[in-house]
């Protein structure tokens, strides 16, 4: 049997506030919690936060008072569930563990969205930016391993590949060129919608992230790196809201925010292993259902038309966590060397771009001194013999391949590990591991 969400009454929204205990719940154990238990709730935190700021936008644009109110009654229970999703991360968590966990978010979900995503330059533009998350990860993991001493697999549990993707100091480009051609209001599915809103509150929350603590390292390289990377961050929010239509009202993002809510928490109550913690979704779902039925209310008032129109009859699973190895390495080794290209288009191969292509003013004037995230392979280097890398060997015996083809020939900052040095790095530490395991 379909679960049509629009027929839910869900919980009524004077019984959704809640007191500082219930808000304020435990935390997990950063060691025992399923990696997928952990993306869950630092995607959910995304979702509110969106959800949150999206009313204080909406009622910024209300003349009438008491929408006004209805609004920022919605936005203070927004405001509790973005506090329980996010306060469920334990203080003893790092940074970078939990940057790699945003990271690990980016990559798994934004291939499960290519996968289920109906419209085919939508999906392309999910597998262009799964990319440049995929190598974030990988660039995180050695200042991990370097300043921590964590190995990735503490926080990825081998789900998730880490190794070199498109180089980050490839991710920065002209805004123009981050601009994609927008869906048709009229005829892109729900689920277009869904996927879009929930991978950008998923990106735009990533950058907050970044912006609110790459400044708590002393390691200089490492502050930078969070600098390069929120940049990126920033990228991917212009690059993801422009593929949603401009000419949805007011009230119909409204609607498509309040589904784009439940649908998430729908998939996280299916999906989770931690009873206690599945309890929080039951209960959020229930409140978003309520959500749903006063957006619609208003959609109905102000449009004169049927909800249906816009999120469907049915709900929609836009965050199903799953290992997303091989479908990420097939992406990989096709597109490491795409590009943007003008009018939302792409350029396969970057040997198609021109001599005034618009990105490399960008790319040589930020990387003018060095690229911080071509620093963070060496930093690997020196403190692992080679770069911290995960994957299947038949992955990690292409990755000098990978980097060849994914590094561009201009517009390489002077700090640039080529595949040589990588290659070089990678021999010295086969020797050397035959000669730390005879000392052992
Ligand atoms: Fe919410
Ligand atoms: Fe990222
Ligand atoms: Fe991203
Ligand atoms: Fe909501």
Redesign the pocket.
């Known amino acids: 049997m379909t679960f049509n969400p629009l027929k839910e009454k869900g919980m009524p929204l004077d019984k959704q506030m809640r007191n500082w205990h219930q808000i304020v719940g435990k935390p997990y154990n950063k060691t025992e919690v399923d990696c997928y238990t952990r993306t869950r709730q630092i995607l959910m935190n995304g979702i509110e936060v969106e959800a949150w700021g999206f009313k204080h936008q909406l009622g910024r644009y209300l003349a009438d008072n008491e929408d006004k109110a209805n609004i920022s009654r919605i936005g203070r229970i927004e405001n509790t569930q973005q506090m329980s999703c996010n306060w469920m991360g334990p203080a003893d968590q790092t940074v970078l563990e939990t940057t790699l966990g945003y ?1 690990q978010v ?1 990559v798994d979900l934004t291939a499960w969205l290519a996968q289920n995503e109906p419209d085919k330059y939508v999906k392309e533009v999910f597998d262009f930016g799964l990319l ?2 995929f190598d ?1 990860l990988y660039r995180y993991s050695q200042f991990a391993y370097a300043n921590e001493g964590i190995e990735p697999s503490a926080i990825v549990q081998g789900q998730t590949d880490v190794i070199v993707g498109r180089p980050t100091q490839h991710h920065h480009n002209c805004n123009g060129l981050r601009i994609r051609n927008h869906y048709d209001k009229n005829t892109a599915s729900p689920q277009t919608k869904v996927n879009i809103l929930t991978v950008l509150s998923g990106e735009q929350q ?1 950058h907050n992230f970044y912006a609110e603590h790459g400044f708590m390292y002393g390691d200089h390289v490492l502050r930078e790196t969070y600098a390069e ?1 929120k940049d ?2 920033e990228e ?1 929010v212009t690059m993801y809201e422009s593929l949603i239509d401009p000419n949805e009202s007011l009230w119909e993002k409204f609607l498509i925010h309040e589904f784009t809510e439940v649908c998430n928490y729908y998939t996280c109550m299916e999906d989770e292993v931690d009873d206690r913690i599945k309890k929080h979704w039951e209960i959020f779902l229930d409140m978003e259902l309520g959500h749903l039925q006063m957006a619609a209310e208003m959609f109905k008032k102000y449009e004169k038309r049927d909800p249906e129109e816009v999120i469907g009859t049915e709900i929609i699973i836009p965050c199903r966590f799953l290992s997303q190895k091989d479908y990420v390495q097939k992406v990989l080794e096709k597109e490491v060397n795409k590009r943007l290209a003008p009018k939302g288009e792409f350029y396969k191969n970057y040997d198609e771009i021109p001599d005034d292509w618009a990105s490399y003013l960008v790319q040589e004037r930020v990387a003018e001194i060095s690229a911080p995230s071509e620093n963070a392979i060496r930093i690997g280097g020196i403190y692992h013999d080679r770069d911290i890398a995960e994957a299947k060997e038949t992955l990690l015996n292409k990755e000098t391949q990978i980097l060849e083809k994914g590094l561009q020939k201009r517009a390489v900052a002077c700090n640039t590990v080529y595949p040589k040095e990588l290659d070089d790095m990678i021999k010295k530490h086969e020797s050397r591991e035959d000669e730390k395991e005879k000392l052992i």
């Open positions: 990271e980016a440049e998350d974030h990533t990377i990126v961050e991917h």
